[in-house]
């Protein structure tokens, strides 16, 4: 979701006269928001500026986001940047897998998360009732 | 494998939230922001003497202990003063990559180099972290104000945005 959130952003500040420009690697989520400019980085999720450590991908991403930033010649464009995830092409299938191994996991998960949620809520709930009494 | 061209097509990230969080036992599907038009300044055709500000959904590191995403605020960093480490519990690839290399999603460094390269003027000297809250009405109408606030106080004239 970090990617609909700097979208978002990117739109409200441009909407407010500042250009922007995107860098991410979820391709379909920024552009279902729809933003003004966006670098795509088709790597896996967590390095849209280039590879770990890899410090001329990273110097060379960032430098196509300036340009495009200069350039871009109308909204709602994507362009492709230098990085690259060689030597493993099975990155694409893993992130958000479901299958018959992980579906009790991911189950459970969830039961665990909704009760950690409900308790935060009624914590949230107390302590707006205890703030009311004593105000 | 039900993508298609999965060797070499981007990730449906959408279509595999959604099943994930069915998986997860969720009824109702995530909705996702969408809109028909897309606002749009003109590109200004060079940077040079431009201030340029770095924006990202990485947070300082107190980030970390919140109890919920929601109980996260935009907040600013002093470039100088940036962490070793950055709060990145959230919605990344931990089976294919790492965030230990924070260049690689808060890129100060090359920034940095570019503007002493000339390619802009000045890289503004905070950097403003957003979170990723779960609410997209929250995003727009608590926290993009607040990024933009912080942006005006530092004289933004561009904005580099990256998503972890």
């Given amino acids: 979701m ?19 420009v995107v860098v991410g690697s979820a391709r379909d989520i920024v552009e279902h928001c729809g933003v003004p400019r966006f670098l795509f980085s088709d790597i896996p999720l967590g390095n849209p500026c280039g590879r770990p450590w890899q410090r001329d991908e990273q110097l060379e991403v960032v430098a196509e986001a300036l340009d495009m930033l200069a350039e871009a010649p109308a909204p709602g464009l994507t362009w492709l940047s230098a990085a690259v995830w060689p030597h493993d092409p099975a990155w694409r299938t893993r992130y958000g897998r479901v299958g018959p191994d992980n579906a009790a996991a991911l189950a459970a998960t969830g039961d665990e998360r909704r009760l950690n949620r409900a308790a935060l809520r009624q914590q949230d709930a107390s302590g707006n009732a205890s703030a009311e009494a004593g105000a | 494998m039900t993508d298609a061209n999965w060797h070499d097509e981007p990730v449906p990230y959408m279509a595999r939230t959604r099943q994930y969080y069915r998986a997860m036992g969720y009824t109702r599907d995530y909705t996702w922001a969408e809109h028909d038009t897309i606002p749009f300044n003109r590109s200004p055709g060079t940077l040079r003497g431009m201030r340029i500000t770095l924006i990202s959904t990485a947070g300082p590191p107190d980030w970390t ?21 950055f709060a990145t519990n959230v919605a990344w690839d931990r089976e294919s990559t790492h965030v230990r290399d924070p260049e690689s999603y808060v890129p100060v460094r ?3 180099r570019l503007a002493s390269d000339g390619l802009f003027g000045t890289l503004t000297p905070r950097l403003i972290s957003v979170p990723t809250v779960y609410s997209s009405r929250r995003t727009l109408e608590e926290d993009a104000p607040k990024v933009l606030a912080a942006c005006v106080e530092d004289g933004t004239e561009a904005a580099v945005l990256t998503a972890l």
Avoid: F, M, W
């Fill in chain 1, 2 to 20: 970090c990617h609909q959130t700097v979208s978002l952003v990117a739109r409200y500040l441009e909407e407010h006269g500042i250009p922007t």
């Fill in chain 2, 110 to 112: 090359a920034l940095t």
């Fill in chain 2, 65 to 85: 202990g919140a109890r919920k995403p929601e109980d996260r605020h935009v907040c600013t960093t002093e470039l100088a003063n940036l962490p070793q480490e």
